[in-house]
């Protein structure tokens, strides 16, 4: 578990690399922090809504470099999510994006995904035989989807397969869990410096 401190500084320095990136700037990379969870290598999201609208959602499952660092490199490119290039959010806008970030726990591949995949704790990863995809955790809990529906879904929408493809054999059906913040959650909320001061 992070410390409000440590989501604190992730949510800082995401949304100081969204502001660099917006203006053009070139941001220096981060120092090293002084905790030492955010020193650990491991996968992440940076997802960023505008009310109830998402406007951008990029990540990794790849735990290389540390936390911090992948942070800002996802911060990054969700300004390049591919589904969002015809209208870009902009440096005017941003005063009105909430940030959210999801730190991810490694991948644990399912046995029987009707049995080893909770909704709303576990998010999934399907990779099968000509595409792969994923859905966070949070996605079960807003959607109101069945566990067949987040399921099916996520081969048809995301992985670019049958609905039911992840009952095929050469499907593999992963499962994580997520440990998700956003600057609403402190008083900073949407449109704050990124600095939120806590509830």
Known sequence: M???QDRRALLALARQTLEAQLAGARREAPAPPASPALRQPCGCFVSLHRGRQLRGCIGTFQAHTPLLGTVAQMASAVLRDPRFLDCPVTAGELAHIDIEISVLTPLE???DPMKDVELGR???CIEGPYGSGCF?????TETGWSLEEFLGR?????AGLPPDAWKWP???VYRFEAEVFSEKDFAAGPG???QPTGK
């Open 2 to 4: 992070l410390s409000d």
């Open 109 to 111: 591949k399912t046995a």
């Open 122 to 124: 576990h998010g999934i």
């Open 136 to 140: 966070l955790p949070q996605v079960a």
């Open 154 to 158: 996520c081969c048809a929408h995301k």
């Open 170 to 172: 050469e499907t593999a």
């Open 192 to 194: 704050g410096s990124g």
